[in-house]
Nanobody, 126 residues
Framework: QMQLVESGGGLVQPGGSLRLSCVAS????????IHWFRQAPGKEREGVSC????????YYADSVKGRFHISSDSAKNTVYLQMNSLKPEDTGVYLC???????????????????WGKGKKVNVSS
């Protein structure tokens, strides 16, 4: 069974850091792009970052550039999202998704993606 499972969310104070993990099972990430989205209460889903596991190229939304870093560990079939200097507006449910096109381009169409995780909540609050 192919699936993605996120971990690492939680409560953190503004200015703090968290690292999210997205582990794939049932398939190998090597030829995919892995994407991180977030959805805040009452807001539309927002693309945060993605990485092509084919060539390591990455994309970051302007709202997280310089604060978030995406990386991968092929041996663990895992993609990480390191989030630093967190702000209250970073609060939301973070989901990872995989697409087999393998390019670091984020699409709004949910059907573009082959697999989705269930999400992990991140709460940035004092």
């Amino acid at each position: 069974q192919m699936q993605l499972v996120e971990s690492g969310g939680g409560l953190v104070q503004p200015g703090g850091s968290l690292r999210l993990s997205c582990v794939a099972s049932g398939f190998t990430m090597d030829s995919y792009s892995i994407h991180w989205f977030r959805q805040a209460p009452g807001k539309e889903r927002e693309g945060v970052s993605c990485i092509s596991l084919r060539d390591g190229s990455t994309y970051y939304a302007d709202s997280v550039k310089g604060r978030f870093h995406i990386s991968s560990d092929s041996a663990k079939n895992t993609v990480y999202l390191q989030m630093n200097s967190l702000k209250p507006e970073d609060t939301g449910v973070y989901l990872c998704a995989a697409d087999s096109y393998g390019v670091p381009v984020m699409k709004d169409d949910k059907n573009w993606y082959d697999y989705w995780g269930k999400g992990k909540k991140v709460n940035v609050s004092s």
